[in-house]
């Protein structure tokens, strides 16, 4: 079981470019969280997603930010034009569902804006 | 808008001996979670406490909850340098989505 896996582990983006993490969920799990994590913060809530629907975006930037997680392949959050406050650790989890399911974090995906 | 609050943010630990972390929240839940993240790295999931009242013990860490109070303590018994980590507690207020509120970490250092 090879868990939570996201890509890239690290990514350095020039201001104004776009971004694109990738997160595959555990095997089993149908459900993905992304989270992000400034330098010394705790994580912040960003979106809740099944297969191919949104089911809360609540902590998501109105703007330049959206997720995805399409029928197949890894779920996407996507960052566009890039500012040096978007340099952050970006975190998925997934949970077989909803309920007491203790969310398995990935590695994390450390996004550096200059 | 819920708010959870660690403290302390800094624990600089003495091998041997007993420290607590405590962690307050502003809104009902009955579902509070406590992780471990190493430096650059993910989080580990250390205690899910599910009822007021849930006490649960791994190793050197015990984790209680309250809900009246709305508190929950994570206490570490004669510290090892092995537990030198940041230390997350994390409510989750409509106890069906996951969607985690995050207190701000507490960073311990056990020195020898």
């Known amino acids: 079981n090879a868990g939570v896996m996201q890509n890239p582990r690290h990514l350095v983006r020039r201001r104004g470019q776009e971004a694109r993490l990738r997160c595959s969920p555990m095997?089993?799990?149908?459900?993905v969280y992304w989270y992000r994590q400034l330098p010394e913060e705790g994580l912040k809530f960003m979106v809740y997603?099944?297969?191919?629907?949104?089911?809360?975006e609540s902590g998501m930037p109105k703007e330049r930010f959206s997720a995805e997680f399409p029928k197949e392949g890894p779920s996407i959050l996507r960052i566009q034009q890039v500012v040096r406050g978007d340099s952050a650790a970006y975190f998925c989890?997934?949970?077989?569902?909803?309920?007491?399911?203790?969310?398995?974090f990935g590695a994390g995906s450390r996004l550096t804006v200059l | 808008e819920l708010k959870v609050e660690q403290n302390p943010l800094f624990l600089s630990m003495q091998e041997g001996k007993n420290y607590t972390i405590y962690c307050n929240y502003s809104t009902t839940s009955d579902r509070l979670y406590w992780y471990r993240q190493d430096p650059g790295k993910s989080l580990e999931s250390l205690f899910v406490?599910?009822?007021?009242?849930a006490v649960k013990q791994e190793g050197r860490l015990m984790a209680s909850l309250d809900t009246k109070a709305r508190l929950s303590t994570l206490h570490i018994t004669a510290a090892v340098h092995d537990l030198s980590a940041t230390y997350f507690c994390?409510?989750?207020?409509?106890?069906?989505?996951?969607?985690?509120?995050f207190g701000g970490g507490t960073r311990v250092l056990v020195k020898p």
């Open positions: 095997k089993g799990h149908s459900h």
């Open positions: 406490l599910l009822s007021n009242g």
């Open positions: 997603l099944q297969k191919e629907n949104i089911i809360d």
């Open positions: 989890a997934s949970s077989p569902g909803v309920g007491a399911n203790v969310l398995t």
């Open positions: 994390a409510v989750d207020p409509e106890a069906a989505g996951n969607k985690l509120t």
